[in-house]
């Protein structure tokens, strides 16, 4: 086994007065499949900051192998000195690198290249990020939160990127389905220290919720001895002065175990303000559309929305989401058709760019519309410090200013604002950027318990999923359709997920014309579908890998036929055990490369 690219050892750092890393460790092999979870603010950029060298630890070991190269996307690129984007992705290439790669970067995220770096928004900015970090293939590429700013399509192609690539992956993402489909180990930091599952992200939060539980009940086993040990202190003291001294210092250090515990982050208490039911029709739209100049964002479009519906709104960047949206709920007329809504509509709203909150305002006053110290929720009214503390904001943040927030930290002080409303039309654009997943199973939870109906535009497909009852997709030049369920149920209806292609129109240059990529696109012939790499390599190696489980289980068959076997009870055990995980994992390649085969051809019947 080749020695690791990477090792962090024991890596302390403090901000302020509360450790944020305590001990963590990371170690990243050759070939790494590995994401990076936690809680908002439990320092996994700043653990990834110190394994790419940006940032020195107080304390511990950092071992990088010799020759080996790492790229590390950070989350807030820093743009200046380069003229145009192309020049900043190019400038990340080593000495040998071609620049055809962080072209075809480029292009696969929507950029052109000559965009001014000083005028570009902070998609475009994190787009180029990313091309600059995949264009010079490193041996270790960490990534943190790559999707965001990514629509359907362009993560989906990174995902198919990322999982051909020969680099090592660290990956910080809120995204589950991406690191479900690209991880093979995930790393734990929780309360500053590191905790390692030889297994993906999707095996990843029953493991926690397992520890968390022992952990609890260790933490009923302390306080118990504890009262014990108190009970003895008051009515068990005897004349032997040596052994109750130390018993009373060993009470003393149970009780500072208890006092220095950190328990798991607290959770952010969601609770929507709902006001009286709507009718039972909250909108109908009858033969709508609506164009801008030639280019068509909805045709002939109709639907009819009920109460509790919870619908999704899929399409690349730039099919027309949010302006589909607004039409839906009555804030931009379409120009033929009918829109027509229900009664008694209360709407609550939180949009993506976060444009209802006030740079200048602090905390406090986002949450209290400017001014005052009382917030009502429910019905109820609650001061604000106590409807911060629902929000893990602490009391000493009620005068931060909101222009110094986190991402996460405005995430989740949007979603205060929105749910503080009364309401029965919740209007959701991308609310789970930036959130992290415990905050993102509450609020799926919110979504499934709340008595109004929903309006969701997400990327998050695994989200999509959870929450929706249909889903209204583009299908390219202002058609959209819709289709029961959620992502992966429009994905069984529909035989193909959202491509580039989909998109209402090309964009156009200063002069009207086209770009050159733009034209590529609109004469290529329709792509023939290929095998990834990853699966041509499995459908290569499975049977030999059968072949051996086979040898495998035809042993373990003739140490069962053994009658001495049966004397041992612990042999026995462990015998029967190794052949029955044999035949399960013989099983399952055997099923694997039957899938594989039944693909390859179908797509040679294609060509």
């Not at 804030?331 to 740079?359: F, H, N, V, Y």
């Not at 039309?425 to 905050?439: A, G, H, K, S």
């Not at 012939?525 to 030999?544: F, I």
Request: negative net charge; aromatic residues 6%; contains cysteine.
């Amino acid at each position: 086994m080749s020695p690791p690219l990477l090792t962090l050892q024991n890596i302390h750092l403090t901000f302020g007065v509360t450790p944020l890393l305590d001990g963590a460790d990371l170690q990243v092999a050759e070939g790494e499949r590995l994401c990076l979870v936690g809680r908002n603010g439990s320092g996994k950029s700043t653990l990834m900051k110190v394994a790419a060298g940006l940032v020195e630890a107080d304390d511990g070991e950092r071992f990088i192998h010799p020759g080996a190269t790492i790229r590390y996307l950070e989350q807030e690129p820093d743009l200046a000195g380069f003229e145009t984007l192309r020049d900043y992705v190019v400038a990340g290439l080593a000495p040998g690198d071609m620049d055809y790669r962080a072209d075809y970067l480029m292009e696969q995220l929507g950029l052109t290249g000559q965009e001014d770096p000083a005028k570009v928004s902070g998609g475009e900015a994190r787009r180029a990020a990313l091309a600059r970090a995949l264009a010079p293939d490193p041996d270790i590429l960490m990534l943190d939160e790559p999707t965001n700013h990514l629509d359907l399509p362009a993560i989906e192609w990174l995902e198919s990127e990322l999982a051909a690539c020969r680099s090592a992956l660290v990956l910080i993402s809120h995204d589950r389905r991406f690191l479900e489909n690209l991880t093979r180990k995930t790393l734990w930091l929780d309360r500053g220290r590191t905790r390692l599952l030889d297994k993906g992200f999707g095996a990843f939060e029953a493991w926690r919720d397992e520890i968390f539980e022992q952990e609890e009940l260790e933490q009923h086993k302390l306080d118990r001895k504890i009262v014990r040990e108190e009970d003895w202190l008051r009515y068990g003291v005897t004349a032997r002065r040596k052994r109750n001294v130390r018993r009373l210092a060993e009470l003393h250090d149970l009780k500072r175990q208890r006092a220095e515990h950190r328990g798991p982050q607290g959770q952010v208490k969601l609770e929507a303000s709902e006001s009286q039911d709507s009718g039972k029709l909250v909108a109908e739209a009858k033969h709508v559309s609506l164009s801008f100049g030639e280019r068509v964002i909805v045709k002939d479009f109709s639907i009819k929305i009920a109460r509790r519906s919870r619908i999704g709104l899929v399409g690349p960047n730039g099919a027309g989401k949010t302006t589909l949206l607004n039409m839906l709920i009555g804030q931009l007329p379409p120009d033929e058709g009918e829109i027509r809504l229900g009664t008694k509509l209360d709407m609550a709203s939180l949009d993506q760019k976060r444009l209802a909150l006030k740079d200048d305002w602090t905390v406090s006053e986002a949450l209290t519309q400017g001014g005052g110290n009382q917030v009502e929720v429910g019905g109820k009214t609650k001061h604000v410090m106590a409807y911060m503390k629902d929000f893990l904001f602490p009391p000493e943040q009620a005068n931060t200013p909101v222009h110094v927030l986190s991402g996460g930290e405005k995430a989740r002080l949007m979603l205060a604002r929105a749910l503080a409303l009364p309401s029965n039309l919740l209007v959701l654009d991308e609310p789970t950027n930036d959130l992290d997943l415990e905050t993102l199973d509450l609020l799926e939870g919110l979504i499934a318990d709340y008595a109004g109906t929903v309006f969701l535009v997400s990327h998050d497909r695994d989200f999509l999923d959870r929450v929706c009852t249909s889903v209204i997709v583009s299908e390219g030049q202002g058609v959209w359709r819709e289709y029961a369920g959620g992502y992966s149920d429009m994905l069984s209806q529909r035989g193909r997920g959202v491509s580039q292609s989909d998109k209402t129109v090309s964009k156009q240059d200063q002069n009207g014309t086209k770009t050159a990529s733009e034209k590529v696109q609109n004469t290529a012939k329709p792509e023939r579908r290929r095998m990834a790499n990853k699966d041509k390599y499995a459908l290569e190696r499975l049977p030999g890998e059968i072949d051996a489980l086979g040898e495998t289980i035809s042993k373990l068959e003739a140490k069962m036929a053994d009658p001495a076997l049966f004397n041992d009870s612990v042999k026995f055990a462990e015998v029967s055990q190794a052949l029955a995980d044999a035949m399960a994992e013989r099983d399952e390649k055997e099923e694997r490369w039957l899938e594989l085969e039944t693909l390859r051809e179908e797509i040679e019947g294609e060509a």
